[in-house]
T-cell receptor
Framework: AQTVTQSQPEMSVQEAETVTLSCTYD???????LFWYKQPPSRQMILVIR??????QNATENRFSVNFQKAAKSFSLKISDSQLGDTAMYFC???????????FGTGTSLTVIP | ETGVTQSPTHLIKTRGQQVTLRCSSQ?????VSWYQQALGQGPQFIFQ???????GRGNFPPRFSGLQFPNYSSELNVNALELDDSALYLC?????????????FGSGTQLSVL
């Protein structure tokens, strides 16, 4: 069975500061993808960043970067220079390479404080 | 904007009724997936359609059914509604040719069952 755990239901950060959101997952598969999605009040899930498990190099997208620790099954998201528009729910997700479904965590509600 | 549109945005039904939710995929995408997001939870996979055929199903009863049309638009049908069916229903499209692991979500349909 595949599971994704986000242990921080809520977090806050001051504007322009850096924040890290945690995610762990469990799987017996070796080939998979990991994702962070953002869900603002508009409800639309927006892809923030994606990591292929076979790549050791951590993915980065502008102010967003991940710390992927495959042996520890950990996949944290770091947001640098936090902006008010980063306020949203953040979901960690996982997909087996040969599969067709995403497994999502329960989310972390991030508030950026002016 | 992801190019995925869902209708209606909100819907209120009573227990025992039937409901149809609609989704228009992003242009060029041949795969559509449906997810149920209960309040305070991450999305749960309902099923996926690829080229008009069901291509995987999550742990949902048969009263959840779907269709995908030649233009790759899709419907989710739920019969005999139950109170626990109240949730946000998200449609996501993707392109199988590129591995299908990048999902583009719509803004969802908020279903309330009274």
């Amino acid at each position: 069975a595949q599971t994704v755990t986000q242990s921080q239901p809520e977090m806050s950060v001051q504007e322009a500061e850096t924040v890290t959101l945690s995610c762990t997952y469990d799987t017996s598969e070796n080939n998979y993808y990991l994702f962070w999605y953002k869900q603002p009040p508009s409800r639309q899930m927006i892809l923030v960043i994606r990591q292929e498990a076979y790549k050791q190099q951590n993915a980065t997208e502008n102010r967003f970067s991940v710390n992927f620790q495959k042996a520890a099954k950990s996949f944290s998201l770091k947001i640098s220079d936090s902006q008010l528009g980063d306020t949203a729910m953040y979901f960690c997700a996982f997909m087996i390479s040969t599969g067709n479904q995403f497994y999502f965590g329960t989310g972390t509600s991030l508030t950026v404080i002016p | 904007e992801t190019g995925v549109t869902q209708s209606p945005t909100h819907l209120i039904k009573t227990r025992g009724q039937q409901v149809t939710l609609r989704c228009s995929s992003q242009s060029g995408h041949n795969t559509v997936s449906w997810y149920q997001q209960a309040l305070g939870q991450g999305p749960q996979f309902i099923f996926q359609y690829y080229r008009e055929e069901e291509n995987g199903r999550g742990n949902f009863p048969p009263r959840f059914s779907g269709l995908q049309f030649p233009n790759y638009s899709s419907e989710l049908n739920v019969n005999a509604l139950e109170l626990d069916d109240s949730a946000l229903y998200l449609c996501a499209s993707s392109l199988k040719a590129d591995g299908g692991e990048k999902l583009f979500f719509g803004s969802g349909t908020q279903l309330s069952v009274l």
